[in-house]
């Protein structure tokens, strides 16, 4: 009897581990984002790629260690001619490296 109710409690704290796993989490895990940093902006998808692109090498240029193993460079060179995507890009690294820069001081921790 003892031995029924132990697998239904370790089956109910395995239900309850495995649900609070989200692939959002996974994100933030994988990919941090500096706190209350936001999402992509709405725009076209040009824009989008372009921000996204932006903002992932602005944090990797101005991000602590963390933000530099998870994020790279990127830049899509088919797109560099688009100037929305061309816009977004500049002007989503300048804010996500000042955002990350300022996020990341030991001053502030």
Do not use: H
Request: proline content about 6%; glycine content about 8%; charged content about 20%.
């Amino acid at each position: 009897m003892f031995k029924v109710f132990k697998q239904i409690f370790v089956f109910l704290i395995m239900v309850q581990l495995l649900s609070g796993c989200t692939l959002y989490l996974a994100k933030q895990v994988l990919k941090p984002k500096p706190y209350g940093m936001g999402d992509t902006p709405d725009g076209t998808p040009e824009f989008q790629a372009g921000w996204d692109d932006g903002c992932e090498s602005g944090l990797s240029a101005y991000g602590g260690s963390r933000y530099k193993a998870a994020y790279s460079f990127k830049q899509n060179v088919d797109l560099l001619d688009d100037p929305e995507y061309y816009r977004a890009w500049k002007d989503a690294y300048t804010y996500c490296r000042w955002y990350a820069w300022n996020w990341d001081r030991p001053w502030n921790m």
